[in-house]
């Protein structure tokens, strides 16, 4: 018996061989200097190994910078030199001969750069003059919090070399071997700090109106576009609310999801093949949803308002309830995290509950 969540997915001319997908978890593991510094270690493979093995039909990186000082911590990974494109590469090459897709999310950080690792000091900020910190670029001289530093306004020009280097990491991560690239533009990252008024106060061409505060978007994905094969698929990832706006106890203007659809529709007109609903992450004292599959809503709006797919994130832990989601077209797709790291083998145990085939792999097969 066949469902839905495990039928395959064809986008362009790749074929992704179920619905089950993980989505990018950062592990900042990587060496934070020197010439191994963003270049993927023996831990990336096995903790993106045990998924594809485990069944997720793709699998997508973690936020992986375009340059040194788009790292959100200085242990993040990277697509900044060839050093990593080659350690990319033995990856890639497992992920695929296990039947799973490869996709990897490049990303800026902004003003949210230069931050310790999760579990050290909880991710505290990185001063510019300690080791291993530096100062953040943004759209706006706004920090993220009172605990970091002021980041430095993009010139122009700056913002011109900013969308060079996501160009250049596409082509690197083709170099590698990804079948997908994603563009990160949530969370309050680089791209959404241009999207959202609450951190992009511009006045020039780069701010101020919708139209103005899309642009800096528009231009990255026509970059990545330019250099990724028309064949093969281009994601973006986008904070579908800020939470603030939309949220009648908080009085501060922030992205919508009526914004969200807007610019999807623009995304797909640029040659974006699909959606990566999530949301959050301008503000830290925003006050966000909660709840299995609490993001979904989101998704839906932007799959029944316009012609772009769209994926589904946020607590999806069951099996029959990610396979309702589909069932009931809010997505094309679930992306799975937290619930991945708990449980590798998640999709081949939702297969068996929902009475679906999982192929597993070679070695794993009984004469």
């Known amino acids: 018996m066949s469902t839905s969540l495990?039928?395959?997915?064809?986008?362009?001319?790749?074929?992704v061989p179920n619905r089950v997908w993980m989505a990018p978890m950062c592990q900042y593991s990587a060496a934070p200097d020197g010439d191994q510094a963003g270049v993927p270690t023996d831990w990336h493979f096995t903790h993106l190994a045990a998924r594809a093995v485990?069944?997720?039909?793709?699998?997508?990186t973690e936020a992986t910078a375009v340059s040194p000082e788009g790292r959100i911590s200085p242990y993040d990974?990277?697509?900044?030199?060839?050093?990593?494109?080659?350690?990319?590469?033995?990856?890639?090459?497992?992920?695929?001969?296990?039947?799973?897709?490869?996709?990897?999310?490049?990303?800026?950080?902004?003003r949210k750069a230069s931050t310790e690792r999760t579990w050290v000091d909880r991710g505290r900020a990185i001063a510019p003059d300690e080791p291993h910190g530096w100062t953040p670029l943004a759209p706006s001289a706004v920090p993220f919090d009172s605990a970091r530093v002021t980041p430095q306004e993009l010139t122009v020009e700056q913002?011109?070399?900013?969308?060079?280097q996501f160009a250049a990491a596409a082509r690197r991560a083709l170099d590698a071997g990804f079948q997908i690239a994603e563009i990160h533009g949530a969370h309050g990252y680089l791209v959404h700090e241009f999207l959202s008024p609450h951190s992009n106060r511009r006045t020039d061409a780069y701010g101020g109106s919708f139209e103005g505060r899309i642009r800096f978007a528009l231009e990255v994905v026509d970059a990545v576009r330019a250099v990724w094969p028309e064949d093969l698929p281009v994601f973006f990832r986008v904070s579908a609310t800020d939470w603030l706006?939309?949220?009648?106890?908080?009085?501060?203007?922030?992205?919508?999801?009526?914004?969200?659809v807007r610019l999807a529709k623009e995304l797909h007109a640029h040659g974006v093949d699909l959606l990566d609903v999530s949301t959050g992450g301008i503000a830290p004292d925003a006050k966000v949803g909660s709840g299995p599959g609490y993001q979904v809503p989101f998704a839906q709006a932007?799959?029944?308002?316009?012609?772009?797919?769209?994926?589904?994130v946020g607590l999806i832990t069951d099996p029959v309830h990610a396979q309702q989601i589909l069932t009931d077209g809010h997505a094309?797709?679930?992306?799975?995290?937290?619930?991945?790291?708990?449980?590798?083998?998640?999709p081949r145990h939702a297969a068996a509950t929902l009475g679906a085939e999982a192929p597993a792999p070679q070695p794993y097969h009984r004469a």
């Open 332 to 346: 094309d797709a679930v992306l799975l995290g937290r619930e991945l790291l708990r449980d590798p083998y998640w």
């Open 77 to 110: 990974l990277g697509l900044w030199n060839d050093t990593q494109v080659k350690a990319f590469r033995r990856i890639t090459d497992f992920l695929k001969a296990q039947g799973t897709a490869v996709g990897v999310q490049i990303a800026h950080a902004g």
């Open 245 to 260: 706006t939309e949220n009648p106890e908080d009085d501060r203007e922030g992205w919508t999801s009526e914004d969200t």
């Open 159 to 164: 913002i011109g070399e900013i969308v060079g």
């Open 6 to 15: 495990f039928s395959p997915y064809t986008l362009r001319s790749l074929t």
């Open 54 to 60: 485990g069944g997720a039909g793709l699998i997508l």
């Open 302 to 312: 932007v799959r029944n308002g316009t012609d772009l797919p769209v994926a589904a």
